[in-house]
């Protein structure tokens, strides 16, 4: 796959234009109701800081987490945000998260920030600060998902730096999964000790397709299994066979 080929397929994802046509919306609000120019560089610098964390705790501790297939209305979330896309990792139609879920998660993880630090200068500024802060959220997420679909699509990055990423990216999700939850920058990945290379655990993960929903588990917590008609287990190009 080309670069001109990547960003056609980037682009005629439902979730991408949303995420577009959104952020023009929250400029627009942000035009209409503007803050100051030094409050809304903060606002976009510290929107722009935090997000790497939010992913990194919701990725670790909640997509990865083994509470939400056991609860019957969270189960068919699970599945479809995550479960489904460890089960096969180049199956590209659940390549990018639900909007029903991104969409909610980025407005809390940044609208209230930018709230707070334009209210300082008033009502009018604390509108246009959050307008500015979801905007940014959503140009972040853009840009991550386009690092994503380096990351499982059939293209080769020159840049060291994506290429580096995609490989580690790849032990997440063929390896070891718990670890390397990082999709553009692996720092807080090293600050809580979950960044790792696969030469530093030669063992993988049994549960690396299946994040630990094994058919032992949805023997007693089928939710997940009902929806998916059963458990699939082992590498997703091996399955099925002799």
Known sequence: MTLKELVVA????????????????????FAWSPAPLAPTLVTVAVASFIYPLVWYVLHRWVLH?????????????W???????????????????????????????????????????????????????????????CFYEFCHCIQHLAYK??????A??????????????NGNYGITTFLWDKLFGTFYDRAE??????????????PEIAERYPHVARLSGGVATGHPRKRGRD
């Open 201 to 214: 655990r030669p063992e993988k993960s049994p549960t690396v397709f299946n994040l630990g929903y094994t």
């Open 65 to 77: 987490s083994r509470w939400m297939f056991k609860v019957p209305l969270l189960a068919s979330t």
């Open 10 to 29: 980037y682009f005629q994802y439902p979730a991408i234009i949303a995420y577009l046509l959104l952020s023009v919306v929250a400029l627009g609000v």
């Open 79 to 141: 599945k479809r945000i995550h479960y489904d896309h460890h089960q096969d990792p180049n199956h590209l139609e659940v390549l990018f998260g639900a909007l029903h879920t991104t969409l909610p998660t980025i407005a809390i993880a940044t609208a209230p920030i930018g709230y707070a630090i334009g209210s300082f200068w008033g009502p009018e500024a604390a509108i246009g600060g959050a307008a500015m802060a979801f905007a940014t959220g959503l140009v972040t997420t």
């Open 164 to 177: 580096e990423m995609k490989k580690r990216h790849m032990a997440h999700h063929f390896h070891d999964e």
């Open 157 to 162: 990055p020159k840049s060291k730096w994506l």
